[in-house]
T-cell receptor, first 114, second 114 residues
Framework: KAGVTQTPRYLIKTRGQQVTLSCSPI?????VSWYQQTPGQGLQFLFE???????NKGNFPGRFSGRQFSNSRSEMNVSTLELGDSALYLC?????????????FGQGTRLTVV | AQSVTQLGSHVSVSEGALVLLRCNYS??????LFWYVQYPNQGLQLLLK??????LVKGINGFEAEFKKSETSFHLTKPSAHMSDAAEYFC????????????FGAGTRLFVKA
C-alpha cells in the first residue's frame, strides 16, 4: 500500500510569488491535514479536510489556503510568499477524522523563499 | 485548551542506557495522546498512542509510555538506547473541536553516544 505522497519534495520560490503543494493520501483515507514545520515554531497546524470540506483551520493568514478533491487528494496554496514562509510543509492522512486515529505523514515539501 | 509540553529540547544518552523523554499534557477532557518520531528529512512516524484502554502503552522499536493522570504526564521510555534511535521525538494530543486537529509539542532531539 503506497504511503502519503507529497510533491514536489523541494521548491525554491521568490518573495511575492505563489506556490501550490500537492498531497496524495493513502488509498481509502479521506481525512487530510497540513502542518508547517520550522526550527523556531515547531509543528504548526494549518488545516484539515474531510470529504472535501475544511473542518478546522489553524492560526495562519489568509495567504494560506487549501482544498480537497473528490478523490481525497489535497492541495495547499500560499500566495504572496514571504521569507518567513520557508519551512517544511507536511501532509498527513487518516482513515477517519476521529480523535484516536493515527495520522500517516508524507515526507514533506521543503519550501525555500528567497 | 488542550496542549502538550515537552521538557528538554535535547537529550543525550549513551548507547545501551535508558531513554526517558518527558511530556506533560493539559486537557479538560480525557486526552488522546501520541508519540511520533521524525528522522532527518523524513515525515513523522507513529511510535505509540494512548486512547484510555490501558495506562501502559507499548509501541514500536521497544518504546513504551505510561499515562499518569495524577501527574498529567505521558513520558516515553526505552530500556536500552540504540544508535538508530537518534531522531526527533514529538508528543501530541488530539483535539476534536468540530474538526480533527492534532497539537504537537516542540519536540525533543535525542542524541545517542557510542
Amino acid at each position: 500500500k503506497a504511503g502519503v505522497t507529497q510533491t514536489p519534495r523541494y521548491l525554491i520560490k521568490t518573495r511575492g510569488q505563489q506556490v501550490t503543494l500537492s498531497c496524495s493520501p493513502i488509498s481509502g483515507h479521506r481525512s487530510v491535514s497540513w502542518y508547517q514545520q520550522t526550527p523556531g515554531q515547531g509543528l504548526q497546524f494549518l488545516f484539515e479536510y474531510f470529504s472535501e470540506t475544511q473542518r478546522n483551520k489553524g492560526n495562519f493568514p489568509g495567504r494560506f489556503s487549501g482544498r480537497q478533491f473528490s478523490n481525497s487528494r489535497s492541495e495547499m496554496n500560499v500566495s504572496t510568499l514571504e521569507l518567513g514562509d520557508s519551512a517544511l510543509y507536511l501532509c498527513a492522512s487518516s482513515s477517519t477524522p476521529d480523535r484516536n486515529t493515527e495520522a500517516f505523514f508524507g515526507q514533506g515539501t521543503r519550501l525555500t523563499v528567497v | 485548551a488542550q496542549s502538550v509540553t515537552q521538557l528538554g529540547s535535547h537529550v543525550s544518552v549513551s548507547e545501551g542506557a535508558l531513554v526517558l523523554l518527558r511530556c506533560n499534557y493539559s486537557s479538560s477532557v480525557p486526552p488522546y495522546l501520541f508519540w511520533y518520531v521524525q528522522y532527518p528529512n523524513q515525515g513523522l512516524q507513529l511510535l505509540l498512542k494512548y486512547t484510555s484502554a490501558a495506562t501502559l502503552v507499548k509501541g514500536i522499536n521497544g518504546f513504551e509510555a505510561e499515562f499518569k493522570k495524577s501527574e498529567t504526564s505521558f513520558h516515553l521510555t526505552k530500556p536500552s538506547a540504540h544508535m538508530s534511535d537518534a531522531a526527533e521525538y514529538f508528543c501530541a494530543v488530539s483535539r476534536n473541536t468540530g474538526g480533527f486537529k492534532t497539537i504537537f509539542g516542540a519536540g525533543t532531539r535525542l542524541f545517542v553516544k557510542a
